[in-house]
Structure formats: C-alpha cells, structure tokens
C-alpha cells in the first residue's frame, strides 16, 4: 500500500453506493455524489481522481459517462489522471467511457473492498491492464445487450443473430476473454438474411 507522501492526494468519488474502503484513508477526499465530486475537482488540486461506480442501475449508467464528460471538458480537472473502477465488463459502457476521455478502468469484484492506492499505483505504473483498450479487446464486439428492467439486461450473441442468450461460464470464459477469438460464431458469424 502507498503511502500519502508517496502519492499525494486523491479524490475519491464513490457512487451511487459507498463502498468499503481498504488500507489508509489519509490523503483522500471522499465525494459521494457525481456533483460532489465534480465540485471537489474543481475546486482543489489533485494528484488523481478514482471513481468508484457500483450500482445494477442501467439508468445510473449515464451520470458516470456525464460526470467522466465534464472532467475531461472541464480546465482545472483535464490533465488530473484519472481512474474509473468498475464490478464487470460491459462494451457499450467501457465504449462511451472511451469516448469521454476515460483511459484507465479497473474492474473488481462485487462487493469487494475498494483499495484507492492500490488502484492509484496501478494506474501510475501505466498498467497495460487497466488501460479501457486492454478491455475492450476482451470483450467480443459482438455482444448484444438488450435492457429488460432497470437492473437487468439480457445479453445476446450477435454473430448468432441474437438467438443465443450468454451467461455463466460462456459469457464469463469464452466472450468476456480473449477466448472469444476462438469460438466458431466469432470466426464464421451467421449473416441476417
């Protein structure tokens, strides 16, 4: 674990939920809501700024894409490195953090106790791990994601012409993973007629 003098201050914004933080707490701001924290962004100098979004809310989805949005427009926070941690993968939603400027994503397990300077290391030593592309590549671009409530999506095989619904140990090991560049829908996807 680093210390403060080693790696400054951080702003961390945990939302819509607070989430268990591990290892020391001194030398971080703690913003609990995307306007807090943006207010906080702008209104001190900081080393790093970690985001932690953990919610099933799809809806909730946009207020991280609009806050990442509005660090990157904004002059006192653009150049400030920043870090997105999120529970799983998800393409559309690493694409739109994409878009907005996002470079560095971490994904931890649910529920898991957050550690910001383990994470602020990481993201500071380049990680190639946490860069959004090393994700995105994992991730097959042929995932289909249908919302059907405001915590659930059903989550579809495109090159299967959305037939197949993907879950457990497929989405997990085969289309979540670099797998997914071996498996046979991938490699010869059926054409909609």
Request: overall charge negative.
């Amino acid at each position: 674990m680093g210390s403060t003098a080693a790696n400054g201050n951080l702003l961390v914004c945990q939302f819509p939920q607070t989430l268990a933080l591990e290892g020391s707490t001194n030398g971080l701001t703690i913003a609990r809501s995307p306007v807090s924290c943006m207010d906080a962004a702008v209104s001190n100098a900081y080393e790093g700024i970690l985001i932690y979004f953990s919610t099933p809310q799809i809806g909730a989805r946009d207020s991280l894409i609009d806050l990442c949005a509005d660090l990157n427009k904004n002059p006192l926070s653009r150049h400030t490195h920043r870090c997105v941690s999120l529970e799983y993968r998800h393409r559309g939603l690493l694409t739109k953090l994409s878009e907005v400027g996002v470079t560095y994503v971490d994904i931890r397990l649910p529920n898991e106790a957050a550690n910001p300077w383990r994470i602020w290391e990481r993201s500071m030593a380049w990680d190639t791990i946490l860069r959004i592309e090393s994700h995105l590549s994992q991730l097959c671009p042929f995932l289909h994601y249908e919302p059907i409530s405001e915590t659930n999506e059903l989550i579809t095989c495109g090159a299967y012409r959305n037939r197949m619904v993907l879950g457990g140990t497929r989405l997990r090991d085969v289309c979540q993973t670099e797998t997914h560049l071996h498996c046979e829908y991938y490699l010869n996807p059926l054409i909609a007629k």
